[in-house]
């Protein structure tokens, strides 16, 4: 017997949660590197909320983080640090650079590349930062007891050092 006009609709106007088959729960969600993405994606939108006062990515505190622990470094050896790609990190250092808030210059001991160090202003906006960033990455693992965010972090990062040299931009020291 066929449906009626009324039974379709109220079939149509099901919640997902009540489908005997969601693709995104059953198929999209076994899979580690949809869920990996879609973390990284929540992260970002957290960052902003709590970062929106200064116009910095994730990307750009990570390298102004890098250039803070280690000045000078040159674009490779800071692509290689991050896990970046020469192009992006180049791309990055020079809207940090337009920003005021890194130097680079040419490496005297190798005139084909580049350096780079946090300035002053750099640091500032850093420390201006830090309490919206801490709060993004806390915001980000509260929905796990203390116990489960050590654990998390810790699989996190075996995982990371297990497949660093899948990446096109392994990590340096892993």
Same mark, same amino acid.
């Given at each position: 017997?066929?449906?009626? =006009?009324?039974?379709? #609709? ?10 005997? &088959? ?5 198929? !999209? ?17 957290? &960052? ?8 910095? $990515?994730?990307?750009?505190? =990570? ?12 674009? $490779? ?8 790609? +020469? $192009? ?18 040419? #490496?005297?001991?190798?005139? +084909?590349? +580049?350096?780079?160090?946090? $300035? ?6 850093? =420390?201006? !930062? ?17 116990? #489960?965010?050590?654990? &998390?972090?810790?699989? !996190? ?18």
């Amino acid at each position: 017997m066929a449906a009626t =006009g009324s039974q379709a #609709n109220k079939r149509k106007k099901r919640p997902s949660s009540e489908l005997a &088959f969601d693709p995104t729960k059953q198929v !999209l969600w076994s899979r580690p590197g949809y869920l990996v993405r879609r973390l990284n994606q929540i992260h970002y939108a957290m &960052f902003f909320e709590e970062c929106t006062e200064q116009n910095v $990515t994730p990307v750009q505190y =990570g390298i102004l983080t890098a250039l803070s622990l280690s000045p000078w470094l040159d674009q $490779t050896a800071l692509a290689m640090e991050l896990g970046l790609d +020469r $192009t992006t990190t180049a791309d990055v250092l020079k809207r940090l650079q337009e920003k005021g808030l890194i130097e680079r210059r040419t #490496n005297a001991l190798d005139r +084909r590349s +580049r350096q780079a160090a946090i $300035t002053p202003e750099g640091l500032r906006v850093m =420390g201006q !930062l830090q309490d919206g960033m801490l709060r993004a990455q806390r915001r980000l693992l509260s929905p796990l007891s203390v116990r #489960n965010q050590a654990i &998390f972090m810790k699989l !996190l990062a075996t995982l990371v050092e297990a497949n660093n040299q899948y990446s096109r931009t392994s990590l340096k020291g892993l």
